[in-house]
């Protein structure tokens, strides 16, 4: 491996005087064992070869270098080992060689693949490709002299804005912070081949040299003052992006080196931190959640080029603007021309915001609206490849929407519901083709929350599935197959949760407390803030209609419905657990404390005071043992699926790594102990799953439970 000659993952050749390096380790060419190696050997040739009078370092196939190999942090951080010198020497071995190197960045150079392109001399780009820190992401820090190169060539505001937000920037970007030399159309390899030519023989600048950039220490200490302020709000409990500053505040203060051990220090500290456990877990799971063991990669999928969707409400409008923005034109149906002009105007109104944002353009946005078709009747249902209905959550109304949509629609379309807790199976029934019928349960607001809950019938095809899972990632949304379970994965763990927050105020927390306690353990929001944006009508309304399926006797939260019998049924009412003043900022309402008093109190619960500590693992644990059932009664496939769901649908904190995967970092044993004493305390509601009850005796984890399932990744 050591040998460039026998490398199969790094291959020297010579186009004319100039020695091309090329990476080849596919898919993303990650800086995996033996690819240092292979470029080190071949520095070496290009060094020893007299005839080679300058160096391009190239990636094979479809990108530059996406990093070091996550999976080998994973390794380290799980063996005792601990890491060796990484890439340090090699990239000052690049930054040493006595001849120009060029790298030649096409597709992505991200995290590690950025910092290795950054040792070369000089950078050239392909108009399309994209450079990034995404180290972040990972809870992790650039660990290979990123936070001091970097600062070097874009200068500190450029470093500090890559490293601590994570977000790539396009070639054109990169070329205007001086990050990349010259952006190269047309044949690449031969336009970075010439650029190496022309540069040959001049002085080539080490970026750890260039110190112009590196500013003043007054400029420097507002400019490290304000990141730190916004990460700290932006980014809130998360320490890589407070660790990043640190490192380039010390390429800003040290000379090269020392800010290189500065640099490895604070790596370290992230590496082995929970946090970077969790966000590689999540990195991970969010592929692994795409592969579904009995519908291979090679199932064939419906091409999707045109849709439509019944219902122009909020829902039915966002998911409108997600098939316009990813570019494929919708028909939007609404039973008359009122309800049809007030979709049309909120979506209109949702594009105007994210053009004030600046997240689009407004050409952007004109040619989004025109791919939105509005229409008053099914006539040209019959040319859609996927119909999304997106009527009120009624199974009358839903089964009179399907049986008109299987007379109208072609065969083969595919006929989802965007339903959030009625059965798939019966909504099928009412067509003549179960196999195209599905769940594609998106999350409020559509065009923003990444989640699209899958729900697979009992009949829904191969095809089908494989189509959704796909087309997931080209709306944009993280796609998670989920069984037919009532309320599917998400809204069925939900219920306990929120369950146990409305229990909590009736025992005598206040609902700030209750807010106050899940939001600093991490929730985007407390549970019952979550409950007032939602409309707390809509737990209502689902409450009244599966009342007969609750067991008599069982305690069930009665506040929430108290406040809905008032006509508060939250942001959109002006009140319910908080008032709310014009903008919507929730205010405490003293009249709900003293409410919740006097109901308890009629209800015979008593009151005490209760510590954030047991609000926390009230909420959060009743999440996990839902959770162990979904998984054990299979309409999860994996409990890093759920991970996911939680994630990217409710706000649970990424560097917690999902419930799950939470449940696991506290220990199962504990855990289980822990609902063994809220049962005994509060009964049948609080029985423990069996599946979790099983691995904490067996010193077993959740992750365990997937690889056995699915055999390690
Ligand atoms: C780093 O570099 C630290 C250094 O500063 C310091 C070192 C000392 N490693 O996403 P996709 C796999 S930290 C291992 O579906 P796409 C991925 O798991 C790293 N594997 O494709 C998947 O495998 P599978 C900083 C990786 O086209 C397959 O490649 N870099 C890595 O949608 C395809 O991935 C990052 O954080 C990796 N680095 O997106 C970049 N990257 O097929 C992380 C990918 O078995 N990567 N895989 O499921 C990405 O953002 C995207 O993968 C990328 C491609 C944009 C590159």
Redesign the pocket.
């Known amino acids: 491996m050591n040998d460039p000659t026998k490398s199969t993952l790094v291959q020297f050749t010579k186009i004319d005087s100039i020695g091309v390096i090329t990476i080849n380790n596919p898919?993303?060419n990650?800086l995996s064992p033996g690819v240092p190696e292979g470029i080190s050997a071949s520095i070496d040739q290009v060094e020893h070869d007299a005839d080679v009078i300058a160096a391009v370092v190239i990636g094979g196939g479809r990108t530059f270098v996406?990093?070091?190999?996550?999976?080998e942090f994973v390794k380290m951080t799980q063996s005792k080992d601990g890491p060796g010198p990484?890439?340090l020497p090699l990239l000052m071995k690049i930054e040493s060689c006595s001849k120009p190197v060029v790298m030649a960045i096409h597709g992505?150079a991200?995290?590690?693949g950025l910092?290795l392109a950054m040792s070369g001399h000089y950078r050239v780009a392909a108009p399309t490709a994209q450079v990034g820190q995404?180290?972040v992401?990972?809870g992790?820090i650039?660990?290979?002299a990123?936070t001091q190169r970097l600062p070097r060539l874009a200068g500190v505001v450029k470093a500090v804005e890559m490293c601590t937000g994570g977000k790539p920037i396009k070639a054109q970007d990169a070329l205007s912070a001086g990050i990349v030399d010259r952006l190269i159309d047309g044949d690449f390899l031969n336009g970075a081949v010439a650029f190496a030519k022309e540069i040959a023989g001049k002085p080539a600048p080490k970026t750890r040299e260039r110190n112009q950039k590196l500013g003043t220490p007054q400029d420097n200490s507002t400019i490290f003052a304000s990141a730190r302020e916004t990460v700290r709000k932006k980014q809130r409990n998360l320490i890589a992006p407070l660790a990043a500053i640190d490192a380039i505040e010390a390429a800003t203060r040290l000379p090269f080196e020392e800010g290189c051990q500065a640099e490895a220090r604070l790596f370290l500290d992230c590496l082995y931190s929970d946090q970077s456990k969790a966000l590689i877990h999540v990195f991970?799971s969010e592929?692994e959640v795409a592969k579904i063991p009995d519908v291979p990669k090679e199932t064939p999928v419906i091409p999707v080029s045109s849709a439509a969707v019944v219902g122009a409400g909020t829902m039915g409008g966002g998911i409108a603007m997600v098939f316009a923005n990813a570019g494929i034109p919708v028909l939007l149906k609404e039973a008359d021309q009122v309800a049809l002009d007030r979709g049309l105007a909120n979506i209109q109104k949702n594009y105007a915001t994210s053009v004030k944002r600046g997240r689009f353009t407004q050409q952007f946005v004109d040619e989004r609206l025109k791919l939105i078709q509005p229409t008053l009747t099914y006539d040209d249902f019959s040319k859609a490849d996927m119909v999304i209905e997106a009527v009120f959550e009624g199974m009358a109304l839903k089964k009179e929407v399907f049986a008109e949509l299987d007379r109208v629609c072609k065969p083969g379309a595919i006929l989802a519901s965007n339903t959030s807790t009625l059965n798939i199976d019966e909504i099928a029934a009412v067509t003549s083709r179960a196999s195209s019928v599905i769940g594609t349960h998106f999350f409020s607001p559509a065009n923003v929350m990444r989640l699209l809950e899958i729900v697979r019938g009992k009949a829904t095809g191969k095809e089908v599935i494989a189509t959704c899972m796909q087309l997931s990632k080209k709306l944009g949304k993280v796609g998670v197959l989920v069984g037919n379970c009532r309320s599917f994965v998400g809204n069925r763990m939900f219920h306990p949760y929120v369950r146990e927050a409305t229990f909590l105020v009736e025992e005598g927390a206040s609902v700030d407390a209750v807010d106050k306690a899940l939001y600093d353990f991490g929730m985007a929001m407390g549970p019952l803030a979550t409950l007032d944006l939602a409309g707390l009508d809509v737990g209502w309304r689902i409450r009244k209609e599966y009342r007969h399926l609750e067991k008599p006797g069982i305690r069930q939260p009665f506040a929430g419905d108290r406040l809905c019998e008032m006509g508060r049924f939250g942001q959109k009412t002006g009140s319910g657990w908080y008032k709310y003043d014009e903008a919507r900022v929730a205010v405490p309402d003293p009249e709900v404390a003293e409410w919740t008093k006097k109901w308890s109190a009629e209800a015979g619960i008593a009151q005490r005071s209760i510590q954030s500590s047991e609000i926390v693992d009230r909420c959060i644990y009743a999440l996990i043992n839902e959770g162990a059932r979904i998984l054990e009664e299979g309409y999860a496939l994996r409990a890093s699926d759920i991970d996911i769901v939680y994630v990217n649908g409710y706000g649970f904190p990424a560097y917690r790594g999902g419930p799950m995967w939470y449940a696991d970092t506290v220990g199962l044993k504990k855990v289980s102990e822990r609902i063994g004493e809220f049962h005994r305390a509060h009964g049948e509601l609080w029985e423990p799953a069996p599946l979790l009850e099983e691995l904490a005796a067996a010193g077993k984890t959740f992750a365990d439970f997937d690889k056995q399932k699915l055999g390690e990744r």
């Open positions: 898919p993303v990650a996406a990093g070091a190999d996550i999976k990484g890439l992505t991200l995290g590690g910092e995404p180290e992401n990972l992790l650039p660990g290979a990123g991970f592929r």
